[in-house]
């Protein structure tokens, strides 16, 4: 019998508020079931990599962490993850190893910006000023609402980069690091320290379990393979 090393399980307020955003996380790969029964396309897998706007949209959800807390307008905060990356629907999604030079990136974005807004202005000049408000708002980081939007912008990056290390092994430790130390609200300053936590004792368990069976000569190739890639990986 193959021995696993035994997990802690002592579940916190930050650790059952990563459980709903890993939930919600699941609407991801929920297809629309009417489009697939047609044949107008192949239903959603794990193998598929999110949009920018399944990453708005669970950000948009997490809004609801600073329910309750009047330092925040919850409402604003999720209208601004909804449209915080809505220029990258023309843009492309501009990542750091593309190597696009800041200014470039911005002046981008900005033009994107108000292609989208002048589009609207027609029917609601009212709905295209918020719009350009609200962004605006957003890249300046003045607002607590801009800084707590920012912060679940990272968040959210992370949790789904912790989703994909489990689900491929692959180790993405990179976008942990990218993000250590940028945090600003304590919402989300919990729920990292709760995700980093999970994480580092989820490669402990890995290691350990593959230690225990290595040194017992149990467990097939295959079990202790998965444990490596779970410790490296994850």
Same mark, same amino acid.
């Given at each position: 019998?193959?021995? =696993? ?67 925040? #307008? ?10 915080? #990356? ?11 190893? #593309?190597?696009?030079?800041?200014? #470039? ?48 912008? =990272?968040?959210? =990056? ?77």
């Amino acid at each position: 019998k193959v021995r =696993m090393a035994t997990r802690p399980s002592q579940p916190s307020s930050a650790s059952e508020a990563l459980r709903f955003l890993r939930l919600a996380g699941q609407l991801k790969g929920t297809p629309r079931t009417g489009w697939v029964y047609r044949g107008v396309g192949e239903s959603f897998s794990a193998t598929r990599v999110e949009s920018v706007a399944d990453h708005s949209w669970r950000m948009a959800a997490a809004a609801f962490l600073y329910s309750g807390d009047r330092s925040y #307008d919850v409402g604003k905060m999720i209208r601004m993850a909804v449209l915080h #990356d809505i220029a990258e629907a023309l843009t492309g999604d501009i990542a750091p190893a #593309d190597k696009v030079e800041p200014e #470039d990136k911005a002046a981008q974005e900005e033009k994107a910006v108000a292609e989208l807004t002048t589009a609207l202005e027609g029917f609601s000049p009212v709905g295209a000023s918020e719009v350009r408000s609200l962004l605006h708002e957003y890249e300046l980081r003045e607002s607590n609402e801009a800084r707590a939007v920012k912060d679940l912008d =990272m968040l959210e =990056m992370i949790v789904q980069a912790d989703t994909y290390e489990k689900s491929s092994g692959i180790d993405l430790s990179d976008f942990f690091s990218s993000t250590a130390g940028k945090f600003k609200t304590s919402q989300v300053q919990a729920l990292v320290s709760e995700l980093i936590s999970e994480r580092a004792q989820r490669r402990v368990w890995a290691v350990r379990t593959v230690q225990a069976n290595e040194e017992e000569g149990l467990g097939s190739k295959e079990t202790n393979r998965d444990a490596k890639e779970e410790s490296t990986g994850i």
